[in-house]
């Protein structure tokens, strides 16, 4: 029979309710013609664009043929040959919020902001006394509207100049008594978001102040974290909180706030101490938009396929656990789609091409319900095998780039690379050997299973996914034993070679006792 390998992340409050964790692959439909009617791929992996100094990178921007980034203290320019020139100094450590006018870069850094001309190429400080500070920014009209740190209030700069503002060009959003958090533009209309409430103004091109409320475009759902606001999909997305709780994570539908976060994601979501400080960025890459949320706090990221409606996770992998994914913050520039590291000043590119992060591992997992959801009778059954259907003979013909030396041993008729300088252990490390035979390494692939729901696990079992060109390789586990206990099964399985993977489904062959 056909187990249910397919789907998205749902790790419910229970484990034996739902145990189906989704990290660094993600879903795909074949709505027509396809051997299955969805298959799993692994996530883009990162690929070193430049390092601009110490970082973390704090925003990226592009605009007038040049990239953007704020990384560690400094306002760098980069040109499409990935070179960097420093700008200017922003103050603080946090995230910053930019956007452009089409000729001046406005940097908001919370009590501070800035201004980078590029026309004139001066990069300054804004000092004109009537500037209260900014937490997030955008452009409307010639505008730029931002709001002020721990206020109802949101301002709007002189008309094509950031550097002035008047002290009269301000508004309050007073649909609710809470703070503005953020704010966004978009399809030229500004969404202030309140710690409990939301509210939409526009430009009505009054001669005082030129934005009005518009009329109706309220609703009682506020926003826990000021950088978790962003525009994918004709839409807004934000993480929510309002009077009567936090943790939903929500889309623009219309004027409304449409819940696109599941229960398991919200219960994972409400366990963290702190969400204010999540922070998001979207993409879009092969038809597929995704919404980026990282919980630096928690460690953790989560991410929203707009294609499939679906959640996955995106993780690193240091400690032999899995942590946030390095990404913070993203551009599209100079046909990349670039992310910037929240631990380092590197730039990324978004490859689906490369299977890890920056020649650090990058480890896949997938674990379901070995039986599919109404057919699980309770009783104790055998299991005989597991084929995994997948695309196989996509070994390696080389060592991924740094890969780390761990020791100076050979070891007989293990794999190695086809220079015969390195092996690769049952353990998965990569050996230098001292003795030169000629092979192909070959990519392997992790499964484990629990028999009480999630709670506990069996051994690692490895099995190999063929080397290099043995296209009708067959993965395949066999004498899988009884399921005891609670007569559930669970299947996991992970791998961290640097490889394609795509799977298809997965075929189980069991059948039930009479117990």
């Known amino acids: 029979m056909k187990t249910p390998i397919l789907g998205s992340a749902y790790v419910a409050r229970s484990v034996n309710a739902a145990d189906n964790q989704m ?30 100094g110490n970082g973390p990178v704090r925003g990226l921007w592009t605009y007038g043929g040049y990239g953007y980034a704020v990384s560690g203290s400094k306002l ?43 026309s004139t190429d001066v990069f300054a400080q804004i000092t004109d006394p009537d500037f209260p500070g900014a937490v997030t920014v955008g452009f409307i009209d010639g505008y730029f509207v931002f709001n002020e740190p721990n206020s109802q209030k949101f301002w709007v700069t002189e008309l094509l100049d950031g550097t002035s503002v008047d002290p009269l060009d301000f508004a309050s959003a007073e649909g609710s008594p809470d703070n503005l958090v953020s704010l966004i533009v978009d399809h030229r209309e500004i969404w202030l978001f309140g710690q409990t409430s939301v509210e939409v103004w526009y430009n009505a091109g009054l001669p005082d102040f030129p934005l009005s409320r518009i009329q109706g475009a309220f609703n009682e759902i506020g926003c826990a974290a000021p950088f978790s606001v962003a525009k994918l999909d004709n839409g807004v997305f934000w993480l929510g909180a309002d009077a009567r709780g936090r943790g939903m994570v929500y889309r623009s539908n219309g004027y409304n706030g449409q819940r696109i976060s599941t229960h398991s994601v919200e219960w994972q979501i409400q366990q963290y101490t702190d969400i204010s400080d999540a922070t998001a960025y979207t993409y879009q ?52 789609i670039v992310v910037g590291d929240y631990v380092t000043g590197s730039i990324f590119a978004y490859d689906l091409t490369v299977y890890t992060e920056a020649g650090t591992i990058q480890k896949w ?75 192909t390494m070959t990519p392997r692939v992790m499964l484990r299973w629990s028999d009480d729901g999630g709670h506990t696990w069996s051994n690692e079992h490895w099995k190999s996914m063929g080397q290099i060109g043995r296209y009708g390789y067959r993965t395949i586990w066999r004498r899988l034993g009884m399921t005891m206990k609670i007569r559930d099964r669970v299947y996991e399985i992970s791998g961290t070679d640097p490889v394609k993977i795509t799977i298809l489904g997965a075929e189980l062959q069991a059948s039930p006792t009479n117990a």
Request: charged share 15%.
């Open 23 to 52: 990290i660094n692959l993600f879903p795909e439909l074949v709505p027509e013609g396809g051997k299955e009617p969805a298959f799993l791929q692994r996530a883009p992996g990162l690929r070193l664009l430049a390092t601009l």
């Open 76 to 118: 760098y320019q980069i040109d499409t040959t990935w070179t960097a020139v420093e700008k200017g100094t922003v103050a603080g450590s946090g995230p910053v919020s930019m956007v452009d006018n089409g000729t001046q870069l406005f940097i908001a850094a919370g009590a501070t902001g800035y201004i980078y001309n590029a």
């Open 285 to 336: 890459q092969d038809g597929h938009s995704f919404y980026v949320l990282n919980f630096p706090s928690a460690d953790t990221t989560w991410v929203y396929d707009v294609a499939t409606q679906a959640w996955h996770q995106r993780a690193g992998w240091l400690n032999n656990n899995f942590t946030r994914h390095r990404g913070d913050n993203q551009m599209s520039f100079n046909n990349e």
């Open 365 to 439: 997992l997938r674990s379901w319900r070995a039986i599919p959801p109404g057919q699980n009778t309770l009783k104790r059954t055998t299991h005989y095998s597991l084929q995994l259907d997948c695309e196989t003979g996509v070994g390696l013909d080389e060592l991924p780039p740094d890969s780390e030396v761990l020791s100076s041993v050979f070891l007989v008729g293990a794999l190695v690379t086809e220079d015969g300088k390195y092996l690769i252990t049952e353990s998965g490390d990569y050996i230098y050997a001292t003795s030169v035979i000629t092979s």
